[in-house]
């Protein structure tokens, strides 16, 4: 279980307990949802940019909105997946900054975290909008290879169990 800090908190509670953004609880993520994912991206984007004397402040905001974009993205292993998965990769961020400047007043770093975090598809302008990027990245990959663990993991124990 991670901690989040009292600073992280203030900026964050606004947003998270938003009803709107509550909804992300219930879109799935690899094996999490999209809600958890994004708190953990931006709990670890906040942590580097505090440590680096970073607008702090707009990571977190920006990097709790970089997915809130309210629909299931839906992969099927078919032909189309790696055109479905681009596709996704450019709309998403456009989807979630008109959802996030719907509901919350944004500055034009925060802006550009939510559009810019689909690097190469998008482009980070600042400082912090790479660190949200990269940890963007890392954490759906480590999420992404949980999931794969598991998963194999349960068809090894079908396949011992079907003698």
Request: proline share 2%; with cysteine; hydrophobic share 40%.
């Amino acid at each position: 279980m991670v901690y989040f800090d009292n600073r992280f908190m203030e900026i964050a509670r606004p947003i998270i307990e938003h009803d709107e953004y509550q909804q992300m609880r219930h879109l799935k993520h690899h094996d999490k949802s999209v809600y958890e994912h994004s708190l953990m991206v931006a709990y670890h984007a906040y942590k580097m940019a505090y440590k680096n004397d970073l607008d702090w402040v707009s990571t977190i905001r920006g990097a709790l909105l970089h997915d809130f974009f309210l629909y299931k993205f839906k992969k099927c292993f078919s032909l189309r997946i790696i055109s479905d998965s681009i596709q996704h990769a450019i709309v998403h961020p456009i989807i979630a900054f008109d959802n996030a400047k719907q509901f919350f007043d944004l500055n034009e770093k925060e802006e550009n975290i939510i559009k810019g975090h689909m690097f190469p598809f998008g482009l980070p302008k600042s400082k912090e909008a790479w660190i949200v990027s990269y940890v963007d990245k890392y954490l759906a990959t480590y999420e992404y290879a949980q999931n794969l663990k598991i998963r194999s993991k349960k068809k090894s124990q079908v396949a011992y169990n079907v003698e």
